[in-house]
């Protein structure tokens, strides 16, 4: 395990609107307010057409190969998520959400695509004095995040 400490700074309770593209709208209103690392909780509905990296095809083997599953209707959602900025100091969210409509449910990443139907509300809490940043791993070929000096 690896960790540091950070601070809370600003809160900033969010509507995002029908079509906005969530990965795109909150990394952009935190390019926008000089936000690079926080916290968030979001809950709403996604449109058909969103699209959630749903695990890898095989969880161990070397090269990890995504897999993605499209919603064909409108679905509730509840999410948690975190930005911290890259190696470039550009804020990058991670979020996962739970994604439902009747009985079925999925859980996934919303980095390929998810689109907002109607509404969703968020809250980001900004986190400061802090020196994590996403570092990319040429193991997984992933962003992972790096809490402090490695």
Excluded: Q
């Amino acid at each position: 395990m690896k960790y540091t400490e950070a601070k809370f700074g600003r809160v900033f309770v969010i509507r995002l609107e029908d079509g906005d593209i969530v990965h795109d709208a909150i990394e952009g209103l935190a390019v926008e307010n000089n936000v690079s690392a926080g916290a968030l909780v979001i809950l709403g509905g996604a449109d058909k057409g969103s699209r959630f990296v749903v695990g890898p095809e095989d969880g161990r083997s070397e090269v990890i190969t995504p897999m993605t599953k499209l919603i064909e209707n409108v679905n509730e959602v509840a999410g948690v998520g975190t930005i911290f900025p890259d190696e470039n100091n550009k804020p990058v969210l991670h979020m996962h959400m739970a994604c439902g409509r009747e009985d079925e449910t999925i859980t996934g990443c919303v980095r390929t695509g998810v689109k907002v139907w109607h509404i969703m509300e968020a809250v980001l809490f900004e986190l400061t004095d802090v020196s994590a940043i996403r570092k990319f791993d040429s193991v997984t070929g992933f962003a992972l995040l790096s809490p402090g000096a490695d």
